[in-house]
């Protein structure tokens, strides 16, 4: 399914339109968090604990890295089919990463390593460092917000193999600035199709949030020292649909260059996703059926450019889902 029909009007993000802010550190920080799973999809995190000096460093870095001269990113170009890799598209560059394996992966832009390439390599690392355990206690949360107790998320299979296996993937953007009569899309409209995701981006707007009912537009304020969270496709099967995927794109700046780094949790290759029994509401049967990361990617490549997306594609009969044990 393609996006890039949303053509809904922009609205301002203030009153009933005002993105959910999360603090980590309140006591309450769960039930906020159901909240804007269950309205938004998505949600603003203070209090994660992350250092400004590193968020600092990243922005640096990765504005450094796409100034790297062509042929340098060229050679590492993404291809169809290839996981990671470098992309350009009209006023924007992308770069797909392991978030595991940083050195082997940007020795293939510094053929020869060097100090630039330690440096940048280093600031990586500790970005994964940070995010790394700040995402196990977002999964925590987010369990603990479908209502399970903490005996539970510890005894369940699914929720267990879940907190061990988060598989992390890095994402670097850079958007370039335009002018005024120029400025659209960087980004097209679109869902991920991981468990959830962790953005973080220097203080230029330009993450746009699909708002349901009516369907519009709304514009993430450049909070300081905010990440923007979202619900992906595997965790709104998870949930089944409750907590549900959210429709984000970027926009361009007419002002400044906008930079973001975007952590992306999966489940493991070989692990069957369907709707958790623990977090079914009473008398509701499950939507989806079990379905592998992979086998959703590939359903995504199918129905893209259709009128059809792959969620719907694993839709069930009512009563006919296989909710796992």
Same mark, same amino acid.
């Given at each position: !399914? ?21 603090? !980590?550190? +309140? ?32 922005? /640096? ?15 590492? /170009? ?45 600031? !990586? ?54 002018? +005024? ?73 007419? /002002? ?42 590939? !359903? ?26």
């Amino acid at each position: !399914m393609s996006y890039s029909a949303y053509d809904h009007p922009t609205v301002e993000a203030a009153g009933r339109d005002a993105v959910p802010v999360v603090d !980590m550190r +309140d006591p309450d920080a769960a039930q906020a968090v159901a909240r804007a799973a269950e309205e938004w999809g998505a949600f603003l995190l203070v209090g994660h604990g992350v250092p400004a000096e590193m968020v600092a460093r990243m922005e /640096e870095q990765v504005t450094l890295l796409f100034e790297r001269p062509a042929p340098e990113k060229t050679r590492v /170009e993404r291809r169809p089919g290839d996981a990671y890799g470098y992309q350009k598209r009209i006023g924007s560059q992308g770069y797909t990463l392991p978030a595991t394996a940083i050195r082997s992966e940007f020795r293939r832009v510094w053929l020869d390593g060097g100090d630039d390439y330690d440096r940048f390599c280093e600031v !990586m690392e500790e970005f994964h460092r940070e995010m790394r355990p700040l995402s196990s206690k977002l999964l925590d949360v987010l369990l603990r917000a479908l209502g399970l107790t903490d005996e539970q998320i510890a005894a369940g299979e699914t929720e267990r193999k879940i907190r061990e296996t988060l598989t992390p993937r890095i994402r670097l953007n850079l958007y370039d600035k335009c002018p +005024d009569s120029e400025c659209g899309i960087g980004l097209e409209a679109h869902t991920d199709s991981v468990f959830f995701t962790v953005l973080m981006q220097n203080l230029v707007p330009g993450l746009q949030l699909l708002r349901r009912g009516p369907d519009r537009w709304v514009t993430v304020p450049a909070l300081p020292g905010a990440f923007a969270v979202f619900i992906d496709d595997m965790f709104h099967v998870l949930t089944n649909g409750r907590f549900h995927n959210v429709v984000h794109r970027a926009v361009k700046s007419s /002002e400044q260059q906008r930079v973001s780094a975007v952590y992306g949790l999966s489940p493991p290759d070989d692990m069957k996703v369907a709707p958790l029994p623990s977090a079914m509401l009473p008398g509701v049967k499950a939507k989806f059926r079990a379905v592998t990361w992979p086998e959703y990617n590939l !359903m995504i490549r199918k129905t893209f450019g259709t009128d059809k997306s792959a969620l719907e594609m694993l839709q069930v009969a009512e009563g006919k889902g296989e909710p796992q044990n």
